[in-house]
């Protein structure tokens, strides 16, 4: 079960202090975070200083004015959430402060305390199964290693072996395929290696257990977030000792130039970097834990997955801001999208009133054009006919089928009947 520390203080402590000391000292005081703090005053109507009051008071003047009596309440003794210190200092502080009063029981009940503490953000039976597997990881130190850290291995030795002169990336031929460093090997010495496949393997296999997965460059991926981290061997810096090999360089290097002669000057390190042993866990939001003087980073998988999942939790939150304002972006578009589709069809249906309306005065004209004709003596009854038929044609309120042209259309999408001509009557719109 997870358990929320609180402070339990009465409003006149509290008000008192505030006003003394400052909501800084005050939080720091009762390790409390200052945002809690500011909820718990306005929550039980506490007044805090102002930035003038402070002025005036450090100032040495009068701040009579300034101040603001507590009201009187019923509700006198509080309770406030403590401010979580980082979950892997918290264990490390106990793991310190165990005496021998102490047993282990104890000790392991007060780390898992802190770690669901940290875990709060997660479903309560997700931290107790986290809880449960970190707690008790001897079953997993025991049996093969773990396939990925058997491919990890392999290609070390390979890079060591191909990439030993240039450490540069470069084409395997029988893979077709350009060869890049591999994870962890820049940052661990050869004497390391051994360690980092062995925490890797207690790591990736709790990790699957939980039911995570292993990506291709060895990170970790629970649900849909993935968790990057590194392994890096701390290194003693030492002055180089010259090899015997490069004093004869030098010493070959000098004589040509006292000969008076040219020479390239041998390059000859200042500094050795020799292995400690120390290792340390580093995510890209540069947390970290390291091995201490007595407790190994292998009887830390508490604080490892405390990082991780914290870790996990942050860039889950990214994801889900990123994913949310995508959604809104994508729902704006096809918002602007239906409405321009709206437009475009009533801008549509206007073309065809206007061409209808234009057809049907032209229908007009032509009937009337008809009249005149049927006046003349001499008149061509066939030709009359004809444009008769043409009128109900083009005529919307008729809309009479021609035997060849068809029903007239005037979706402007569509393709015009007929060819445009210098005088078209399929063009007057």
């Given at each position: ?59 040495g ?5 300034f ?28 793991r ?34 986290i ?63 051994p ?16 039911g ?34 490069e ?33 340390r ?70 073309e ?20 005149q ?15 008769l038929d ?34 078209d009557?399929w063009?007057?719109?």
């Amino acid at each position: 079960m997870k358990v929320i520390r609180t402070v339990t203080l009465s409003r006149k402590t509290l008000y008192e202090e505030l006003w003394t000391l400052g909501k800084t000292k005050v939080a720091e005081k009762y390790k409390i975070t200052a945002a809690n703090l500011e909820k718990v005053c306005k929550d039980y109507n506490i007044p805090r200083p102002s930035n003038t009051y402070w002025g005036k008071l450090y100032a040495g003047q009068d701040i009579s004015k300034f101040i603001i009596p507590l009201e009187e309440s019923e509700q006198d003794n509080i309770e406030v959430p403590c401010k979580c210190i980082a979950g892997h200092e918290e264990l490390e502080r106990i793991r310190r402060e165990k005496t021998v009063l102490q047993d282990d029981v104890e000790c392991e009940e007060q780390e898992k305390e802190i770690m669901a503490n940290r875990l709060s953000f997660l479903p309560e039976d997700e931290v107790e199964r986290i809880i449960d597997t970190v707690f008790n990881k001897k079953k997993f130190e025991a049996g093969k290693l773990h396939f990925k850290i058997v491919q990890l291995k392999k290609d070390i030795e390979n890079w060591k072996n191909r990439a030993r002169q240039d450490r540069r990336e470069y084409y395997n031929y029988s893979t077709r395929q350009y060869v890049k460093e591999p994870r962890f090997v820049a940052d661990i010495t050869e004497a390391g290696l051994p360690r980092l496949y062995r925490l890797l393997d207690l790591i990736f296999k709790i990790s699957e257990s939980l039911g995570a997965q292993i990506t291709e460059d060895c990170c970790i991926l629970i649900g849909k977030d993935r968790v990057r981290f590194e392994i890096i061997e701390r290194l003693k810096k030492v002055n180089h000792e010259i090899t015997k090999a490069e004093a004869r360089e030098l010493l070959k290097y000098e004589d040509e130039i006292k000969n008076g002669g040219w020479a390239s000057k041998p390059q000859i390190r200042k500094y050795d970097y020799l292995p400690t042993g120390i290792f340390r866990i580093k995510t890209s939001d540069q947390k970290q834990i390291r091995d201490s003087d007595d407790v190994k980073l292998e009887e830390k998988t508490p604080d490892i997955f405390l990082l991780f999942y914290e870790k996990y939790f942050e860039e889950k939150q990214k994801r889900e801001e990123y994913e949310e304002k995508e959604r809104l972006r994508q729902e704006s578009y096809e918002r602007q999208q239906r409405l321009q589709e709206r437009i475009e069809e009533e801008k549509n249906k206007l073309e065809i009133l206007y061409k209808e309306l234009e057809d049907y005065q032209l229908a007009i004209k032509l009937r009337d054009y008809v009249y005149q004709l049927s006046q003349l003596s001499e008149r061509d009854e066939e030709y009359i006919q004809w444009i008769l038929d043409k009128a109900d044609w083009i005529d919307p309120l008729v809309n009479k089928e021609d035997s060849l042209l068809g029903k007239r259309e005037r979706n402007i999408n569509k393709k015009k009947e007929t060819k445009p001509s210098n005088y078209d009557i399929w063009n007057l719109y």
